[in-house]
């Protein structure tokens, strides 16, 4: 599974929110494995590990917390009154799909 968030800003301007887009922010994304017959309690202590042991949300600091309140259920919150929560999506991948595209075909007779 994959969390994918993007975590914009109001009323400041930081420069880690510098991007080319009009909506200043920054994309942040975690991958996490999902067990068949996992719990929601199992899932969500396996979340705040990855979050936590690799600091996936930070920029010089943590931009993101991370809350667990061990009942399976997750609580993400900015660090700052500014931040505003633009994104958040959960990508679920089956484990026997083929993500492979063709994106070329190089053809090596022709230079």
């Known amino acids: 599974m994959r969390l994918d968030i993007y975590l914009g800003v109001d009323g400041a301007e ?4 510098s ?6 922010g920054k994309p942040f994304w975690v991958e996490f494995l999902a067990k068949k017959g996992d719990s929601a309690e199992a ?11 690799n600091h996936m949300f930070q920029v ?3 931009l993101i917390k991370v809350a667990n309140d061990g ?6 919150t ?11 999506t959960l990508n679920i991948f ?13 053809n090596p007779n022709e230079v």
């Open 71 to 76: 009942a399976g259920k997750i609580t993400l």
């Open 94 to 106: 089956k484990e026997t799909a083929d993500y492979d595209d063709e994106v070329a075909t190089m």
């Open 19 to 24: 991007t080319p887009w009009y909506h200043k």
């Open 43 to 53: 899932l969500a202590d396996r979340l705040e590990k990855t979050i936590k042991s």
């Open 60 to 62: 010089d600091k943590d």
């Open 78 to 88: 900015g660090a700052t009154e500014y931040q505003r929560f633009r994104k958040v």
């Open 14 to 17: 930081p420069y880690i929110y």
